[in-house]
């Protein structure tokens, strides 16, 4: 994966990176040393990065999270599992590229993987509707998920999608009642399941995979109920307000973990999983490894209670006691 | 009925439409702009005589229509929405929640308790559309939870009138997502406990509504003409970049579709409901 697109705040680190790529194949071709240059030139990478990554707003993470670069699920599934087949088609309407379904190993070990897919080149785009699914899409997971369940093999799903798709095909066959169906059928699934916001999740499109024993987001991953710039058409009647609403929505990894709404943030290279993408992919596996291996030491039906327990108790609200022992 | 307090069916001037009218005793059908007076809507329940387009009803009137008379009684009624993200928009959440309490005199967007249908018990939840669109923030995902695990409690039968064009509450965030999966996992344990779940839909029964309790009842029936559905028609159309078929998302096009068991007009709605529960 290149780095040819960026984003406006990551310009002086690319040029920079640039300049030292150039200084080093000068010192290459001419013969020179150039060991002082280059070393000043780091120590101004460190600091420019360093500041740069440090002070980003909510809205700059979402332009991280949706970045073209950014690993996507295949990227994921393809780098770190083994053996991958692939489960096409809900069996009932039609096939939905938008969700890959399937299993695979790592170390030996099988796991059950749903991901979205938002397509790498265009054609890709078109066909997986730049990650939006459709209700087949999210009947084929479900396929996946009760075929994981009879086998006992754990859930690995990968949450990266602006939301799930507006259309009317997608109205049509049911998008409602086919998120709802998997929303209600994940909290009784008899096996372990854990989600991982890799980009964008897209308020039911993403919870139509998203209802885990553990949910872990990467650092520059957001989750939301509505995209920011919804918001902003929403409550400020202008799309431009984004940044605004990116910010009141309280959508970005570290509000998420206060609120208790993920389990654990994935550390991402700096500057976001596209400029290092081994390192995000390795930091993937070392959390799927640690918390299914939490959860599978644990019996089923506490595990299923421990599941219930954390989504029925999820918000705060104000009750006031008196009129509480009344009822 | 005296000959003046008739609704004059003739008259269809459209020039009202522009003209305010004088509040409190007469209404304009937003089905086929006729101006009825208030007193034979409220009686004929909000549905209007002329083109019998549903109005929306409050939740206390959607009370008075399917519970027998003085059976309800309202629980967690003093479960009252927190500011959680502190939110900052053009309006505070708090303003806005102070406002919409204001308004309709409710303390959330639902009334749950339990009542009566021809005198069996069910537990009943109806959203009112009028409180911040029907959204659902963390109070109306408790108490539907509350109501769900009453149901199991009594042994009765759960009965919730959705109607909410908003779907997820925005002022609430993520946090309004998850009674998404809040309200399923408490649907999820009275399937378990086998208890009867009759889903109603009314305008609008929209989003993260519909994508959660709404589209999960074991019987799904809706008013006539409702919009339903998971994207409203706006974005629909924005992303499309064309118009919608007429009676797209309506309840006779969810049924057409196979995702409805019944559209039910208001006036039969308390009969419908009874001939079920009867049933099991």
Redesign the interface.
């Known amino acids: 994966m290149g780095n040819e697109e960026r984003l406006n705040f990551e310009a002086p680190i690319v040029e920079l990176e640039k300049k030292i790529e150039d200084l080093k194949s000068f010192a290459e071709s001419e013969k020179i040393d150039c060991e002082e240059e280059l070393s000043m030139l780091y120590l101004k990478l460190e600091a420019v990065a360093k500041n740069v990554y440090a002070s980003l707003t909510p809205w700059q993470k979402v332009q991280i999270a949706r970045h073209p670069q950014r690993p996507y699920s295949r990227d994921y599934i393809d780098y770190l599992f083994e053996d991958f087949v692939e489960m096409r088609g809900d069996k009932k309407f039609s096939d939905d590229p938008a969700l890959v379904c399937g299993f695979g190993k790592i170390d030996g070990k099988t796991f059950a993987i749903v991901g979205h897919q938002k397509g790498r080149d265009i054609k890709e785009k078109m066909a997986c509707h730049f990650g939006c699914a459709h209700p087949e899409g999210y009947r084929k997971a479900w396929r996946l998920m009760k075929l994981a369940e009879k086998m006992k093999v754990p859930i690995i799903t990968f949450i990266d999608t602006p939301g799930?798709y507006?259309?009317?095909s997608?109205?049509?066959?049911?998008?409602?009642?086919a998120?709802?169906?998997n929303?209600?059928?994940m909290?009784?699934l008899r096996t372990p399941s854990m989600a991982i916001i890799i980009g964008e999740g897209g308020?039911?499109g993403a919870?139509?995979i998203g209802?885990t024993d553990i949910v872990a987001i990467m650092e520059n991953s957001y989750?939301?109920?509505?995209s920011p710039e919804?918001?902003a058409a929403?409550?400020?009647r202008d799309k431009d307000k984004a940044s605004?609403?990116a910010?009141?929505?309280?959508?970005m990894s570290k509000d998420?973990l206060d609120?208790g709404?993920v389990d654990d943030i994935i550390q991402e290279p700096r500057g976001g999983a596209h400029r290092n993408f081994k390192k995000a992919a390795e930091n993937i596996k070392a959390s799927i490894f640690k918390y299914t291996h939490i959860c599978e030491n644990v019996a089923i039906e506490t595990l299923l209670d421990r599941r219930?327990k954390k989504?029925?108790q999820?918000?705060?609200?104000?009750?006031?006691p008196m009129?509480?022992d009344v009822? | 009925m005296p000959w003046f307090l008739r609704p004059k069916k003739s008259i269809k001037n459209l020039e009202l439409k522009r003209k305010s009218l004088p509040d409190g005793l007469w209404s304009r059908c937003d089905g086929c702009y006729e101006t009825v007076f208030n007193k034979v809507l409220r009686e004929n329940f909000m549905v209007c005589p002329s083109c019998e387009h549903h109005l929306t009803l409050s939740a206390w009137q959607r009370v008075s229509l399917l519970m027998d008379k003085d059976s309800f009684e309202e629980h967690d009624s003093d479960l009252e929405s927190v500011d959680l993200l502190g939110f900052k928009g053009v309006k505070s959440y708090k303003d806005k929640l102070r406002d919409e309490q204001k308004k309709t005199g409710l303390k959330d967007a639902i009334l749950t308790g339990i009542g009566k249908i021809d005198g069996r018990e069910v537990s009943f939840c109806v959203t009112d559309a009028r409180f911040i669109m029907g959204s659902m923030g963390v109070v109306v995902g408790e108490k539907i939870a509350r109501a769900v695990d009453r149901s199991i409690e009594r042994k009765v039968p759960l009965i919730i009138v959705s109607g909410s064009g908003g779907g997820a509450r925005m002022y609430e965030g993520i946090n309004s997502l998850m009674q998404l999966a809040k309200t399923s996992a408490a649907i999820s344990k009275l399937n378990q406990a086998g208890q009867l779940y009759i889903s109603v839909l009314t305008n609008p029964t929209m989003a993260g509504i519909m994508a959660s309790f709404a589209s999960l009842g074991d019987i799904t029936i809706a008013e006539p003409k409702a919009l339903i559905g998971f994207t409203g028609p706006r974005v629909i159309e924005q992303t499309i970049k064309q118009k919608l078929p007429e009676g797209f998302q309506s309840s006779e096009f969810l049924l057409e579709h196979g995702f409805l068991d019944e559209v039910v007009a208001r006036g039969q709605m308390k009969d419908y409901l009874s001939k079920v529960i009867s049933l099991f």
């Open positions: 799930a507006p259309g009317i997608a109205e049509e066959r049911g998008q409602s009642e998120i709802a169906a929303i209600m059928g909290t009784t308020s039911g919870l139509g209802l989750y939301s109920v509505i919804g918001c929403i409550l400020w605004e609403a910010s009141a929505l309280k959508i998420l609120m709404i219930y989504y029925r999820m918000g705060q609200f104000h009750e006031s009129l509480k009822n």
